[in-house]
């Protein structure tokens, strides 16, 4: 996450869960911060708890105590959706960074499950979080994601005063966009790096783009 200054896909058709007459989510996605289970409130726990399956990265799984005992399972390499849409009908978890619907795999599948078959329980998102440290209105500011995107992207917002909150692609993004800002005359722009949001390891770096270096 940096704060600076200045797939189509067809909706299937998914069965939820029939009890008597009381129809159930079969889907419960999870945002999971920093703090990991510890974090989470009652509602969340008890669908881990009581999950046939959970679906998520390392990180996000390495976050649950030893009682969550439904088997564990990563994303596919390359990423897709369809082995957990198949278990469809089973009580299944995915473990989502913060807010699944802010970029999160929370809004790629409510393109193919029904909103009244999934239940989305979010955590604070990453920008809400930098906001937050940064003491910026998150309405004043302009969120951007860097995740697998050019970085050229980041051109039609750039001016005086604006208020960036970024999420970074990886390590290197944050002199990626120091490079850039230099090379469009925005080499004064002040530039914070937060890393692990709402965690023990939480960690902030301050310096401006002129000087940044990787």
Not at 15 to 20: D, H
Not at 141 to 163: C, E, Q
């Amino acid at each position: 996450m940096m704060a600076a200054r200045f797939a189509a896909a067809t909706r299937l058709s998914i069965n939820p869960i029939i009890r008597g007459t009381e129809m159930t989510p079969w889907l419960t996605v999870v945002g999971i911060g920093e703090d990991g289970f510890k974090g989470l409130g009652r509602t969340a726990r008890h669908a881990l708890l009581r999950a046939s399956r959970i679906v998520g990265s390392d990180r996000q799984l390495a976050l649950l105590p030893l009682c969550i005992r439904g088997p564990r399972e990563l994303w596919p390499s390359p990423f897709s959706l369809e082995p957990l849409l198949a278990r469809q009908g089973e009580p299944v978890c995915v473990l989502a960074s913060g807010d699944p619907m802010f970029y999160g795999v929370g809004a790629s599948l409510a393109k193919q499950v029904p909103s009244d078959q999934m239940l989305i329980i979010p955590a604070p998102s990453s920008c809400s979080l930098a906001a937050a440290r940064m003491g910026w209105p998150l309405q004043d500011v302009v969120t951007l994601s860097l995740v697998a995107r050019p970085l050229a992207a980041l051109n039609g917002h750039l001016s005086t005063g604006v208020r960036l909150l970024l999420l970074s692609n990886d390590r290197h993004s944050p002199a990626a966009v120091a490079t850039l800002l230099r090379e469009l005359g925005f080499g004064p722009s002040a530039m914070t790096v937060l890393e692990h949001l709402g965690g023990a390891a939480e960690r902030r770096i301050d310096g401006y783009a002129a000087q940044w270096s990787d």
